[in-house]
């Protein structure tokens, strides 16, 4: 089990009441469909980009509870009749899926990030809107909340760009930013001798800035911890399950000496009992999670 795409939506899981299983799976076919038009096929980016604006639109008819007017497909249009209902059902704001919008169209044109600043606010468009959604679904939309949330989304989103490097790169992608790599004396090109066949065994400055990059995520994700001990029942433990997981995947990641091309961090089915006695049992984690787990 790896973190990727939109699982950090907890689809249909058991741990939600019943009364919301339908909007999170309808939240989520919005997230994944969309992503999909950005990343999946042969389509060209001309036509990718038409379609995601053809969404933006259907957006914003249904945010000024109108009948959509923008040309969508019959899939399409199954996806916002459903996105639709739930919206409407549960009172949520537009602004997360606008967001989310703009996070895929950027994908089409942006392949690098220049910094820190710039890879955050990637993350606040692509991955924040998540757990937003998440919360106006639970009613807890405090700005603390909110903060944390954020945080842990963010967390999660850079737990993915460590264990993806390589496929990344296979997109022509790099989420590392592009000042951590020159601060190591490295440029994304450089990557081309890990991802060979066969592949060169990364330098140590390579595995330097795994670990920058893993640590930026751990922090976000301990920054974020509080909230999933604060929220009562099964959306806090749901939440444990998730942010224990993370942190899992970036232990695996140290053990395996910050070498995600010949050694991807996954989640396989006996984490699944470590995780789930973690989150019943642990108290939260701290920020001597931040310690160093060598190889």
């Known amino acids: 089990m790896a973190v990727d795409h939109y699982e950090n939506f907890p689809v249909a899981s058991l741990l939600l009441p019943a009364r919301l299983r339908p909007a999170v799976r309808d ?29 933006r639109g259907a957006v914003r008819d249904l945010g000024a509870g109108r009948s959509i007017q ?33 996070a895929f169209t950027q994908d089409l044109s942006v392949t690098r990030y220049a910094d820190e600043p710039a890879l955050l606010d990637y993350c606040r468009r692509s991955a924040d809107p998540v757990g937003r959604l998440m919360l106006h679904l639970f009613d807890r939309t405090a700005p603390g909340d909110l903060a944390q949330s954020d945080a842990i989304c963010t967390g ?18 790099c989420y590392i930013p592009l000042d951590c790599l020159a601060r190591h004396g490295l440029a994304p090109e450089d990557m081309n001798a890990l991802c060979a066949d066969p592949p060169s065994p990364p330098s140590a400055a390579w595995r330097s800035a795994m670990r920058e990059q893993a640590d930026q995520a751990r922090r976000a994700l301990l920054a974020g911890s509080p909230l999933a001990w604060r929220l009562p029942g099964r959306i806090g433990l749901e939440l444990r399950l998730v942010v224990h997981g993370g ?9 395996g000496g910050y070498d995600p091309w010949g050694n991807r961090p996954i989640l396989g089915r006996a984490d699944a009992f470590l995780l789930c006695w973690r989150a019943f049992f642990t108290p939260r984690p701290d920020i001597a999670s931040l310690r160093h787990h060598d190889a």
Do not use: M
């Open 27 to 55: 939240l989520y076919a919005f997230a994944r469909g969309a992503d999909d038009i950005a990343d999946e096929g042969d389509a060209a980016p001309a036509a990718r980009l038409e379609r995601l604006e053809a969404w």
């Open 70 to 102: 923008s040309p969508l497909s019959a899939d399409d249009r199954a996806v916002f009749a459903r996105l639709g209902d739930t919206l409407a059902r549960h009172r949520l704001p537009i602004q997360p899926l606008l967001d989310l919008l703009s």
């Open 156 to 173: 999660l989103q850079r737990v993915n760009f460590c264990q993806d490097v390589a496929l990344d790169h296979a997109k022509g992608r």
């Open 247 to 255: 942190l899992r995947i970036l232990d695996k990641l140290a053990a």
